[in-house]
């Protein structure tokens, strides 16, 4: 590991003018560390965030939630108003990582973590993402765990997080605040495909910081599901995974969101799919439709291809059981 300064500031603005362009803001640490042990990131200073005003789950005038950036995972997933009003974003986190894990990985950080990509983690080899202009070892190389959708010639690794499946569902809204003020920025807009600069992983400019995550009062909570699909029943990242959530009007769907993980850059959401299943009855044939519609324009690698039918099918068995109103 290479040598870094630390500083732990106690306000928001003192944390912000201490920023330099090397520097990183530390929470929890869960993948930070480990991406400076494997040298794959090499900050000059780490800005240790976890004396600021952060915590808290607080009800908004709204009838929303706003959730500190500096809450843990834990105490997010168990909190009693989102275990009531959006259980969708409590099976999520739960079905990611540990415990232990969550214990410690806070809502801003899941945000930020990185690409589990075999070769970004490997310094020895190249990548666009860890080293831009390198190449992009992946494309002919191990691709299982890689991008269906959205992937460019440069980068077509996928966005790791479930707890953010869930949110992008759910139309948060990520506060941050950086030398230039404050500002919100829709859950959509947040992470970004890799294009040309896979370097980038979202659209925070430097030095903003991740304040707080608000969630709209709508939670979908009597018909919604989080289906995670992987190689081992725990600890391991989705190959694919749904966040699919519904309105129903008898068994008519008034209103539709489903949220794909494991195939893209960013939890993948497409609108036109879920316009397609408002007015329908719920069940396999408008199912199979709006599967048919988020996965239009996927395309696959060597080792990775059979996830286009694994998401259809997920994508219609999370809705099924959001329908049905169970947990998966
Ligand atoms: Fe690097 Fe992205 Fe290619 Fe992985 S997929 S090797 S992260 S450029």
């Known amino acids: 590991m290479n040598p870094f300064s630390y500083?732990?500031?106690?306000?928001?603005?003192?944390?912000?003018?201490?920023?330099?362009?090397?520097?990183?803001?530390?929470a929890g640490g869960t993948n930070?560390?480990?991406?400076?042990?494997?040298?794959?990131v090499r900050p000059a200073q780490l800005i240790d965030i976890t004396r600021l005003p952060l915590q808290g789950i607080e009800e908004t005038a709204e009838g929303g939630l706003r959730i500190?950036?500096?809450?843990s995972n834990s105490?997010?997933?168990?909190?009693?108003?989102?275990?009531?009003?959006?259980?969708?974003?409590?099976?999520?986190?739960?079905?990611g990582a540990s415990a232990q894990l969550r214990n410690m990985a806070s809502t801003g950080g899941n945000l930020l973590q990185r690409t589990r990509c075999y070769y970004f983690y490997d310094s020895t080899t190249a990548c666009n993402k860890r080293e831009p202009g390198t190449g992009c070892p992946a494309r002919s190389g191990l691709n299982r765990i890689h991008a269906i959708l959205g992937h460019s010639d440069a980068c077509i690794?996928?966005?790791p997080s479930d707890m953010c499946v869930a949110m992008a569902a759910l139309d948060a809204v990520v506060h941050v605040q950086g030398p230039q003020g404050e500002r919100q920025i829709?859950?959509?807009?947040?992470?970004?495909?890799?294009?040309e600069k896979p370097e980038r992983d979202n659209n925070l400019t430097d030095g903003e910081l991740i304040t707080a995550v608000e969630l709209p009062a709508s939670g979908f909570a009597e018909h919604s599901a989080y289906l995670k699909v992987r190689d081992r029943a725990s600890y391991a990242f989705a190959l694919v995974s749904v966040a699919a959530a519904l309105k129903?009007?008898?068994g008519t769907i008034s209103a539709a969101r489903i949220a794909l993980g494991g195939v893209a850059h960013k939890p993948w959401r497409r609108a036109e799919a879920e316009a397609a299943l408002v007015g329908q009855s719920a069940g396999d044939a408008a199912f199979n439709a709006a599967a048919d519609v988020l996965l239009q324009g996927a395309s696959g690698f060597e080792h990775n291809t059979f996830k286009i039918d694994l998401a259809r099918r997920a994508i219609v068995r999370a809705l099924t059981d959001a329908a049905k109103g169970v947990a998966p």
Request: charged residues 20%.
């Open 7 to 26: 500083a732990r500031p106690t306000r928001i603005d003192e944390a912000i003018s201490l920023f330099q362009p090397d520097s990183r803001y530390i």
């Open 68 to 71: 500190g950036a500096l809450v």
């Open 75 to 95: 105490d997010l997933a168990w909190h009693p108003l989102v275990e009531r009003h959006y259980p969708l974003l409590a099976q999520a986190i739960l079905a």
């Open 32 to 40: 930070l560390l480990d991406l400076m042990k494997e040298n794959v």
């Open 157 to 159: 690794a996928v966005h």
């Open 186 to 195: 829709a859950f959509n807009d947040f992470h970004r495909l890799p294009g």
């Open 248 to 250: 129903l009007d008898g």
